[in-house]
């Protein structure tokens, strides 16, 4: 996607903390939806496939689709682990604090390395096994377990979901990384037509579909998410991400988490104890420093 902008390095830097920090307002806009979050998690798909699609038409892109169909299967796994962690993380949020689903969310990347050896042959090295023995030791603190117990709203069911979405991600990193001859955009699209397909399934296996009503505020929370958060927001990082180094790019995306524990603070007083702070950190720098 390079030719899709000239971005200076600070302009690719401003775009991709914009994208952080949408994404990590999204709880915010789940908390206030009053359908079935999985009709966000459909709307975001399909109005993110338009927009990437009409993206590439007025630029006069094609996508290649012999190398779409030559990694169909590992594209419509990658995709439909997109739209379990899209669902996983909007029911997280629902359950638990906003903060705490996303934690929980983001320790992907921790199970990225710590399967990568049962997955991908890769060796587990002392530096990325601590990484990971103290993310877990974060979430413990997160979850707030050893003051309020697993009973407590913080716990349970949320935090289920929250850590199911961070297994979803790993599961599309490693589909992902064995793509073989497939670009980004075609990446981006199939898996986002995939996610969608299983979300639709999900509303017709579960009846969500039945009495749902989109009122105005639904309508427009859609919107706002499936156009700006989810369009916008994809268009924005793939320019940043063509531009910008791994690490820059890995180190401003956190900007995504602490957006989130701020929101969940200021908007819907769900403040992090001492030890939740304290797991904060250790989830957030172990994600750091592993990857």
């Known amino acids: 996607m390079g030719a899709m902008t000239n971005l200076s390095e600070g302009r690719a830097k401003a775009a991709l903390a914009t994208t952080a920090t949408l994404w990590g307002t999204v709880g915010l806009f789940v908390r206030f939806l009053s359908v079935p979050s999985a009709f966000l998690a459909l709307f975001r798909a399909v109005i993110a496939v338009v927009v990437v699609t009409a993206l590439l038409a007025c630029l006069g892109k094609r996508i290649d689709w012999r190398a779409v169909h030559a990694n169909l299967p590992l594209l419509a796994g990658a995709g439909l682990a997109l739209g379990a962690n899209w669902l996983f993380l909007f029911e997280a949020y629902l359950h638990t604090s906003v903060a705490v689903a996303t934690l929980c969310n983001y320790l992907g990347p921790v199970y990225v390395v710590a399967l990568s050896p049962l997955v991908l042959g890769e060796k587990l090295s002392r530096r990325k096994a601590a990484c990971v023995a103290a993310a877990l030791v974060g979430m413990v603190f997160v979850s707030g377990v050893l003051g309020e117990g697993l009973a407590s709203g913080r716990g349970g069911v949320g935090m289920f979901f929250g850590l199911a979405s ?66 916008v927001a994809y268009v924005l990082y793939f320019s940043a991400v063509d531009v910008l180094p791994a690490q820059t790019v890995a180190s401003l995306s956190y900007i995504d988490p602490v957006v989130a524990i701020l929101l969940s603070w200021l908007v819907f007083a769900e403040p992090l104890t001492l030890l939740g702070w304290l797991g904060a950190a250790l989830i957030l720098g172990a994600t750091f420093v592993a990857n």
């Open 166 to 231: 961070g297994l979803c991600y790993a599961f599309i990193v490693f589909l992902t990384k064995k793509l073989c001859g497939v670009g980004g955009i075609e990446t981006t699209l199939a898996q986002l037509f995939f996610s969608g397909l299983l979300v639709a399934a999900y509303l017709a296996a579960t009846g969500g579909w039945r009495g749902a009503w989109l009122d105005a505020r639904s309508l427009a929370i859609i919107a706002v998410v499936g156009i700006l958060h989810t369009g």
